[in-house]
């Protein structure tokens, strides 16, 4: 089961959220630990990211499967976040 890490971007991005939509975007980042690429995800053309919905918001994040692990780069609404 890979891991998931928060880069400091989306670190940063969480603190600035209000609480309910950092529960319900929090559950969907634990839940890339046991499927990384969920149904709904979609593969990003442009830096070989991938991303996944969370009501408004976007969790733009990339895969390193030989390494087992996901990297959680931005969580931004859906107005910035392909920005």
Same mark, same amino acid.
Do not use: C, N, Q
């Given at each position: ?15 600035? *959220? ?9 559950? &969907?980042?634990?839940? *890339?630990?046991?499927?990384? &690429? ?5 593969? *990003? ?5 991938? &991303? ?32």
């Amino acid at each position: 089961m890979p891991e998931v890490y928060l880069l400091p971007a989306a670190r940063r991005d969480l603190d600035s *959220l209000e609480k309910a939509d950092w529960t319900r975007i929090r559950a &969907r980042i634990l839940a *890339l630990a046991a499927d990384p &690429r969920p149904a709904g995800s979609l593969k *990003l053309s442009g830096d070989g990211g991938y &991303r996944v919905r969370a009501g408004d918001f976007r969790i733009l994040y990339r895969i390193a499967d030989e390494a087992g692990k996901v990297f959680v780069y931005r969580v931004k609404h859906r107005r910035e976040a392909y920005r």
